[in-house]
C-alpha cells in the first residue's frame, strides 16, 4: 500500500515570500515528473519567477520547512523563498479551490490587506488646472489686454 502512495500525484498551491496579493500558483506534483527535490525546486523557480532569484527553500503556511517531495501533502499550500527567512503574512488562500488549506490553517478573522496607495484611485479635481492663473482685473473690473499700441 506504501508503494501506491509513493506514485500518486499531489495537488498543491505555491505562493511567493511575502506576496500577498498573488493568487498562488496551483502545481500538480507526480514522481514521475519529478525524480529528486531539486528538480521541483527548478520548476517552482521556472513558474512563479522570484524577484531575487531561484527558490531554495519551500515552507508550509505555518513556516516550517518542506525537506523533500515526501513532506508535501495533497491539497496543501506552500510559500517558496529565495533563501530569505519565512514571512508570516495572510496569504490568499481560497476555500473554493482544490488547493485551497484547511480552514484549521488559516486565522479565521484574518482581512485581506487594503491596498498600496498607488493602487487607490484618486478623487477627481474640478475647475481649471493649477498652471492656468486668471488673468489680472484692471481697478475699474474690466480685464485689462495690455499695453495698447493705438492710442489718442
Known sequence: MAATEDFRSRKIRVFRNGDVFAPGK??????RVYRNYEQFLHN?????????????RVYTLD??????????????????????????????VLDDDAGAAPAAARPSDAQPPAPPSYLRPRPLRRGPPSFAAPPPAAADGHLSAGPQIFGP
Not at 513558474?47 to 531561484?54: D, H, R, T
Not at 516550517?64 to 496569504?91: I, M, N, P, W
Open 26 to 31: 496551483k502545481l500538480v506534483v507526480s514522481p
Open 44 to 56: 517552482i523557480s521556472l513558474e512563479i519567477n522570484l524577484l531575487n532569484g531561484a527558490v531554495r
Open 63 to 92: 513556516g516550517r520547512a518542506v525537506r523533500g517531495l515526501s513532506d508535501l501533502c495533497d491539497g496543501q499550500s506552500y510559500v517558496a523563498t529565495g533563501g530569505e527567512l519565512f514571512k508570516h503574512v495572510a496569504y490568499r
